[in-house]
């Protein structure tokens, strides 16, 4: 039984800019699972950061957060909190093997349904892949950290860490 729970989660932290996303993308890669979930990406314009995007497994692509767009915010970023409550949505589907989630952070975590969700589903009997900032002081993300494997990545580890993810939900 692994730490958790008798369902394999596991989740990723590093410094910003470490290759977290990057990783999650080579894991979608060669994992010989269905996943579903999302993962982030920068916006970029005439090379400044002006948002993210949340681009989800079955190649849906939403803009999640810009310094245009109103509401809640992250620093100079306005979160649009709905996008990911709909990806959400289509992820409640019972056909998945496994969840993927990246990432647990500031601009996810302003959605209640979502901190909702995500507490459902960690201790439902879903193989989780997520990940979390390395310093966050939210109890939903401070749990994770208590209850599950939490591997760092660094450069050095970057390259191996989705095959041994792969080992390790196998």
Request: aromatic share 8%.
């Amino acid at each position: 039984m692994c730490k958790g729970g008798h369902v394999k989660k596991v989740f990723l932290t590093g410094k910003p800019g470490v290759g977290k996303t990057t990783a999650v993308k080579k894991l979608i890669e060669v994992i010989p699972y269905e996943v579903a979930g999302f993962y982030t990406e920068e916006i970029r314009e005439k090379g400044e950061r002006v948002g993210f995007r949340l681009i989800t497994t079955w190649g849906e692509s939403f803009v999640f957060a810009h310094v245009d767009i109103e509401g809640p915010k992250v620093s100079k970023y306005g979160v649009d909190t709905k996008v990911l409550e709909r990806v959400i949505d289509h992820l409640a589907l019972p056909n998945q093997e496994i969840l993927l989630i990246d990432e647990i952070g500031k601009m996810e975590l302003l959605s209640g349904k979502f901190v909702r969700w995500m507490e459902k589903v960690l201790t439902s009997n879903k193989k989780i892949i997520g990940t979390v900032p390395i310093r966050s002081k939210h109890p939903l993300v401070e749990k994770i950290r208590r209850t599950y494997p939490v591997w760092e990545v660094t450069p050095t580890n970057r390259e191996a860490i989705p095959f041994k993810i792969l080992d390790y939900i196998k």
